[in-house]
């Protein structure tokens, strides 16, 4: 069984079991998080229709709470002096997937 859902602005594809990173949630480590899933789908079994749901919902736990890699940014103007660097890490969330279960 796999489901897409949407968080931070973008579209995971997610199946039980899965641990995925994606952009920091407002959660502690350990609890328990509930998306509503884009839309999902059970795995097809010889000879059997899969079953498509539109309603079905995604139950995630927080497994970890962390910064992503140090990203540089550089600019320069040529003949001008002028240089700037910055850095920039992302806060990120790392999620394990439980399950996925239609209405």
Not at 7 to 26: A, D, H, M, S, Y
Not at 76 to 100: F, N, P
Request: proline letters at 3%; a positive charge; aromatic letters at 8%.
């Amino acid at each position: 069984m796999y489901a897409i859902i949407e968080t931070g602005g973008r579209q995971f594809w997610v199946v039980p079991g899965e641990t995925i990173r994606v952009e920091k949630l407002k959660a502690e480590e350990g609890q328990e998080i509930t998306f509503k899933a884009l839309w999902a789908v059970a795995d097809a079994q010889e000879g059997a229709q899969p079953q498509v749901s539109r309603e079905a919902k995604v139950v995630a736990q927080v497994a970890r709470q962390g910064r992503g890699p140090k990203i540089l940014v550089f600019k320069k103007r040529t003949k001008k002096a002028y240089k700037k660097m910055r850095g920039h890490r992302q806060a990120l969330s790392d999620i394990t997937i439980k399950s996925i279960s239609f209405n």
